[in-house]
């Protein structure tokens, strides 16, 4: 059974950092694009960041291209996001998510973690 | 990347049909065949419903089923049952390798 577990989440300042784990299994994780989708507090889904099967390739939204970093250990079945120059509108429950397609990063996605609350306040 | 239009709200009886659309760009939506549908309950995850604009993923009921005419994709829920009601997503791969979801809609059952 695929699963997927988020965590690092957590109440961070303004202008603060924070790394964000997902860790897979039931599957080939190294076969499968993955990605990072978030959504703020009573709002809608927005793609973040992807990184190919095998990680050297990523993909960055406009909102956060510069601020955030995707990327995955094989040998762990861990794909991480680190998170810099954080601001409120981060504010949001992060979720990993799988490409459902095998070794391709198509932005479609079969399992989803359960999520991790980023908050960002002073 | 602009978020893909959705209605904020859809209603229907139980047993009734309901469609949901989903209007994006040349760049996405009208680009390629990489249209998904998610449905999401109140603190749940997001569910796959819909791949590549009409296929089911194994344990999806056939009462969902989508299509694509030009830049707008549907989502279309047969024989509306109360478990259905949920927010629904859309989603694109676009030109620029990247992802971009609807707006989301809010499915009611009367």
């Known amino acids: 059974e695929v699963h997927l577990l988020e965590s690092g989440g957590g109440l961070v300042q303004p202008g603060g950092s924070l790394r964000l784990s997902c860790a897979a299994s039931?599957?080939?994780?190294?076969?499968?694009?993955m990605s990072w989708v978030r959504q703020a507090p009573g709002k809608g889904l927005e793609w973040v960041s992807g990184?190919?099967?095998?990680?050297?390739?990523?993909y960055y939204a406009d909102s956060v291209k510069g601020r955030f970093t995707i990327s995955r250990d094989n040998s762990r079945n861990t794909l991480y996001l680190e998170i810099n120059s954080l601001r409120d509108e981060d504010t949001a429950v992060y979720y990993c998510?799988?490409?459902?397609?095998?070794?391709?990063?198509?932005?479609?996605?079969?399992?989803w973690g359960q999520g991790t609350l980023v908050t960002v306040s002073s | 990347q602009s978020a893909l239009t959705q209605p904020a709200s859809v209603s229907g009886s139980p047993g009734q049909s309901i469609t949901i659309s989903c209007s994006g760009t040349?760049?996405?939506?009208?680009?390629?065949?990489?249209v998904s549908w998610y449905q999401q309950h109140p603190g749940k995850a997001p569910k796959l419903m819909i791949y590549?604009?009409?296929n089911r993923p194994s344990g999806v009921s056939n009462r969902f089923s989508g299509s694509k005419s030009g830049n707008t994709a549907s989502l279309t829920i047969s024989g509306l049952q109360a478990d259905d009601e949920a927010d629904y997503y859309c989603?694109?791969?676009?030109?620029?390798?990247?992802?971009?979801f609807g707006t989301g809609t809010k499915v009611t059952v009367l």
């Open positions: 040349n760049n996405d939506v009208g680009a390629y065949n990489y």
């Open positions: 989603s694109s791969y676009t030109t620029s390798t990247s992802g971009v």
């Open positions: 990184i190919s099967a095998s990680g050297g390739t990523t």
């Open positions: 998510a799988k490409d459902v397609r095998l070794l391709h990063f198509l932005c479609y996605f079969d399992y």
């Open positions: 590549e604009v009409r």
């Open positions: 039931g599957f080939t994780f190294s076969s499968y694009a």
